[in-house]
């Protein structure tokens, strides 16, 4: 149970509440996503140690098609997109494997805290917690709503719009790593018909046989390799990181709008606790 919650229980409410709780807001930090990076280097070790230890003298390495999978993925891709959208690919990549890590327990009670503060003193006197929600700018910008004075329904749509941007936007970055895990394949298929093509054109000389047949064969290996390994596994981590920033975000939407109607604290805990996980709900006065 934290201060706030205790002197809230010791006054048998939330009205006559001890002195201020020292609100700890935590900085989200860009921390390495090791699931994404351990799953990628296990998947692809494992493939080239299956090459690596077999008896076979067979040469896996094809400029050719290579170039046909990472090339014509990427051209193909681009079709799809803006040049603006596209100059982000790299960043986008970027966000499945180092990502923002919240907790969102430690965020509900935070929010908690700044509850009770407004709840007994006044929404102003959030204002005496404003360098530690600087650590945090989505809920500074909240919480300056409801110190300026903005009705709860507007503070609500305009976060709400907000959130909606940013997952909008999120959505469009992951499916740029979905497009390109749906060209890859399709790009190693075209790889193989153009070395079945020379292989056809070329059957009087055995000789040319052999490189034709390694730019069919490999063109579809790459392309199932880039396409269902690494970006369509990437896409899916960057929905997932996408809804649990929404989450957080929706959490602190759900306690602006709180504190700016001056509701009970006890009514807001079931309400953060209704979007939280299992795992991450609180008992802030239990």
Do not use: C, W
Not at 15 to 41: E, M, Y
Not at 198 to 221: H, K, Y
Request: charged share 20%; no cysteine.
């Amino acid at each position: 149970m934290s201060d706030a919650a205790k002197a809230t229980s010791e006054s048998g409410g939330t009205d006559n509440i001890g002195p201020l709780p020292d609100v700890k807001i935590d900085r989200p930090r860009n921390r390495p996503d090791l699931a994404t990076i351990l799953g990628l280097v296990v998947a692809l070790g494992m493939i080239v140690g299956a090459i690596t230890i077999s008896e076979s003298d067979a040469n896996f390495i094809n400029i050719p098609s290579i170039m046909i999978v990472i090339f014509g993925t990427m051209a193909a891709t681009s079709i799809s997109y803006t040049g603006a959208e596209l100059a982000k690919a790299g960043s986008v990549i970027g966000k499945s494997v180092f990502r923002k890590a919240y907790k969102p327990s430690s965020l509900a009670t935070a929010l908690m805290d700044l509850s009770i503060v407004a709840r007994k003193k006044g929404v102003l006197a959030l204002v005496n917690y404003d360098k530690q929600m600087q650590r945090h700018p989505f809920l500074a910008r909240a919480v300056q709503l409801v110190v300026d004075g903005y009705p709860a329904d507007d503070i609500q749509r305009l976060l709400t719009q907000e959130i909606e941007a940013l997952s909008e936007r999120h959505k469009r970055s992951a499916s740029i790593a979905r497009r390109a895990a749906e060209v890859a394949p399709a790009m190693g298929l075209i790889g193989t018909l153009v070395g079945l093509v020379q292989m056809l054109a070329d059957l009087s000389n055995p000789e040319a046989i052999g490189p034709a047949m390694a730019v069919a064969l490999l063109t579809t290996f790459y392309g199932a390799i880039l396409g269902t390994v690494v970006m369509a596994s990437i896409a899916i981590k960057l929905e997932k990181n996408s809804a649990d920033e929404t989450m957080i975000k929706t959490l602190i939407l759900t306690a602006a709008t709180s504190m700016a109607r001056q509701e009970n604290p006890r009514r807001l805990e079931m309400l953060l606790n209704s979007d939280l996980p299992p795992s991450e709900q609180i008992n802030y006065f239990d």
